[in-house]
């Protein structure tokens, strides 16, 4: 009888012992999909009057600034174009944009990367990335904006 006790505890023993081991191997996987992948989720990064967009601020000066190794690049995507209408980044240093509208909404989708980030008026978006390959990066919107939607495009260029 106690024999037989031992033996289920064992049995459950291991259970519990692979339960934990499936437990680790997703965390290990997820933790290596956001380390591979860039967190590219946009995070809000305060309010803004849309009707001075243009007028005040950082937006008002739409720029790439470098922060040590880092960029930091002032975005305005509106009907229809973006602002800077082109930016460059040395390949493999952080940058992070922030992104608005003084009109509509728009979108701000990097092509060739998961950065695809919602433009609302009044708001602004903050997403980060590190580009690890040199090259032109078309920036697409993929939000119905109005007559110039499809022509809503910029220029990003990732040098070595
Ligand atoms: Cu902006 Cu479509």
Known sequence: ??????????YERAWIFFGLAMIAVFIILVGYLMLTMGNTNPVGAGRIDATK?????DF???????V????????QAFAFG????????KVGRKVTFYITSPDVQHSFHVHNTNINVQVIPGEIAKVSYTF???GEYPIICNE??????ANMISKLIVEP
């Open 60 to 66: 008002a000066n739409p720029r790439v600034e470098q």
């Open 144 to 149: 119905y904006c109005g007559i110039g939607h």
């Open 68 to 75: 040590g190794n880092e960029y930091v690049a002032y975005v």
């Open 82 to 89: 973006y602002l800077p209408a082109e930016m460059r980044f």
């Open 1 to 10: 009888m106690e024999h037989q006790e031992h033996i289920i505890e064992r």
């Open 53 to 57: 967009v243009r007028t005040e601020g």
């Open 132 to 134: 690890s390959k040199p």
